[in-house]
């Protein structure tokens, strides 16, 4: 059987692939048609990201949910776009406030233009893809209101930190599921809602992506820290440099305040809350890290989530639109980038 690759999933259906091969080019002209401002610095920034790429796959699962339906429906290119313009707004404000230098392999808006062009495209794009919602309805605008609330308290929660009585493991848990896991939720619930789904299968697809976004962010957290920053476009170790606490520094200070951690736990702690301004001093706490044992199993809990999406997908009817399914949620976890 030959398998084609779209969007970075592998598809062992022909016809399927391409189908989404064709919707997400329709997909990519309308982003680039969405993002074009009238002014133009407005328009360089608002490009820029655009222009540096992605895997797109936000919309890849909206176009997918949509396949348990009429996939043919316009509507649903639309939601593809909607989501895709919210996450590459939310992308201008993440970098900022985490100081990210590279955003894709390209240096991040704020390096290239400053940090207050960078927040004021974020915010163009927000409302672009507002006024991209918008025309898919007053139920899509209310959909996409409460995702970006959510999104917002996400970022909120991450700032902040855990309180003196929450686990902060638990914490994280929460901070993904609305700073990253709404918005692959909403692009599955679009998808099937607009391709005309009935309530059961909007309602699980919506909890199938929410359970992939959280594994999608882990999986990120493992790949900070073992891949190549000339591979995913991201400077490794940037989480750590700004003392924003992921998966495997979270489950490394678990360990040392179970009492169970050994000489080496400790002292790798201490060297990831000291200063890590310098290249240096970065690069030599990212390599320590990556050879923790708290890397595994972060990769771990992002699998079992993973395989925990999958399982939702039990009462859906075997098929291609299936298989794909099963497949984007592999995807998530079983990559390099």
Same mark, same amino acid.
Request: with cysteine.
């Given at each position: 059987?030959?398998?084609?690759?779209?969007?970075?999933?592998?598809?062992?259906?022909?016809?399927?692939?391409?189908?989404?091969?064709?919707?997400?080019?329709?997909?990519?002209?309308?982003?680039?048609? &969405?993002?074009?401002? +009238?002014?133009? %610095?407005?328009?360089?920034?608002?490009?820029? %990201?655009?222009?540096?790429?992605?895997?797109?796959?936000?919309? /890849?699962?909206?176009?997918?949910?949509?396949? @348990?339906? *009429?996939?043919?429906?316009? +509507?649903? !290119?639309?939601?593809?776009?909607?989501?895709? @313009?919210?996450?590459?707004?939310? @992308?201008?404000?993440?970098?900022?406030?985490?100081?990210?230098?590279?955003?894709?392999?390209?240096?991040?808006?704020?390096? !290239?233009?400053?940090?207050?062009? &960078?927040?004021?495209?974020?915010?163009?794009?927000?409302?672009?893809?507002?006024?991209?919602?918008?025309?898919?309805?007053?139920?899509?605008?209310?959909?996409?209101?409460?995702?970006?609330?959510?999104?917002?308290?996400?970022? %909120?929660?991450?700032?902040?930190?855990?309180?003196?009585? *929450?686990?902060?493991?638990? #914490?994280?848990?929460?901070?993904?599921?609305?700073?990253?896991?709404?918005?692959?939720?909403?692009?599955?619930?679009?998808? /099937?809602?607009?391709?005309?789904?009935?309530?059961?299968?909007?309602?699980?697809?919506?909890?199938?992506?929410?359970?992939?976004?959280?594994?999608?962010?882990?999986?990120?957290?493992?790949?900070?820290?073992?891949?190549?920053?000339?591979?995913?476009?991201?400077?490794?170790?940037?989480?750590?440099?700004?003392?924003? /606490?992921?998966?495997?520094? %979270?489950?490394?200070?678990?360990?040392?305040?179970?009492?169970? &951690?050994?000489?080496?736990?400790?002292?790798?702690?201490?060297?990831?809350?000291?200063?890590?301004?310098?290249? /240096? +001093?970065? &690069?030599?706490?990212?390599?320590?890290?990556?050879? #923790?044992?708290?890397?595994?199993?972060?990769?771990?809990?992002?699998?079992?989530?993973?395989?925990?999406? !999958? *399982?939702?997908?039990?009462?859906?009817? +075997?098929?291609?639109?299936?298989?794909?399914?099963?497949?984007?949620?592999?995807?998530?976890?079983?990559?390099?980038?």
């Amino acid at each position: 059987m030959s398998v084609t690759r779209t969007a970075s999933i592998p598809l062992a259906d022909e016809a399927l692939a391409r189908r989404l091969e064709h919707q997400l080019a329709l997909v990519e002209t309308r982003l680039y048609a &969405a993002v074009a401002q +009238a002014d133009q %610095l407005a328009d360089e920034a608002s490009r820029h %990201l655009v222009h540096a790429g992605g895997k797109r796959l936000r919309p /890849a699962l909206t176009l997918l949910a949509a396949e @348990l339906g *009429d996939p043919g429906r316009p +509507a649903v !290119v639309e939601a593809a776009v909607a989501v895709e @313009l919210t996450h590459l707004a939310s @992308l201008y404000h993440d970098d900022v406030m985490d100081s990210a230098p590279l955003r894709r392999g390209a240096p991040s808006a704020h390096e !290239v233009w400053g940090n207050t062009v &960078a927040i004021l495209t974020g915010d163009l794009l927000f409302a672009r893809a507002s006024a991209t919602v918008a025309g898919l309805g007053p139920d899509a605008v209310r959909i996409h209101a409460e995702t970006f609330e959510r999104l917002c308290l996400g970022q %909120l929660a991450e700032t902040v930190g855990p309180g003196p009585d *929450d686990d902060p493991i638990e #914490h994280y848990l929460r901070v993904l599921s609305d700073k990253t896991a709404s918005l692959v939720g909403t692009s599955a619930r679009y998808g /099937a809602t607009f391709a005309g789904c009935d309530a059961p299968t909007v309602d699980l697809l919506t909890a199938f992506g929410e359970r992939v976004g959280v594994a999608f962010q882990l999986a990120d957290d493992y790949i900070d820290l073992v891949s190549d920053g000339a591979l995913t476009g991201k400077t490794p170790g940037t989480d750590l440099r700004e003392g924003v /606490a992921t998966m495997p520094t %979270l489950l490394l200070r678990a360990r040392v305040a179970s009492g169970q &951690a050994d000489a080496t736990d400790m002292a790798l702690l201490e060297q990831l809350s000291g200063d890590l301004s310098s290249d /240096a +001093a970065l &690069a030599a706490a990212v390599t320590a890290l990556r050879q #923790h044992q708290v890397v595994a199993q972060t990769r771990e809990r992002s699998t079992a989530l993973a395989r925990e999406a !999958v *399982d939702l997908l039990d009462p859906l009817p +075997a098929g291609p639109a299936k298989d794909a399914l099963v497949a984007f949620a592999r995807v998530l976890v079983d990559r390099d980038a």
